[in-house]
């Protein structure tokens, strides 16, 4: 469908996070995007079960060093990490502060 890959080019245009990709998922009213993390932002401080994420996110996975593997609430992200993240409703700008 050209409108959602538009719609798709645009919402990663506007996020300041470094962000390779992002879908919509209209059915769900949902959103999933790959983020890169970057040195010292504030997802790599914490645990992800400790930093504070916004209700409605959900971070599936990570790829570290071209391996893949499931992130648990115990995954310490690093700078450098693919991290796959689902977001319901509008929550995609919430969490960008997080990657940035």
Known sequence: NKKMIAASH???????????????????NADVAEF???EGSKITKHAVKD????KGI????????????????????QA???????????TMQKIEKFFI
């Open 51 to 54: 930093c504070g994420l916004p």
């Open 80 to 90: 450098g990490d693919h991290v796959v993240v689902f977001c319901t409703g509008m």
């Open 36 to 38: 890169i993390v970057k």
């Open 10 to 28: 645009i919402y990663q245009m506007m996020l300041d996070a470094d962000v390779t990709n992002v879908k919509c998922l209209t059915v769900a």
């Open 58 to 77: 959900n971070i599936g996975g990570v790829i570290r060093h071209g391996v893949g593997a499931l992130v648990t609430g115990n995954t310490q992200l």
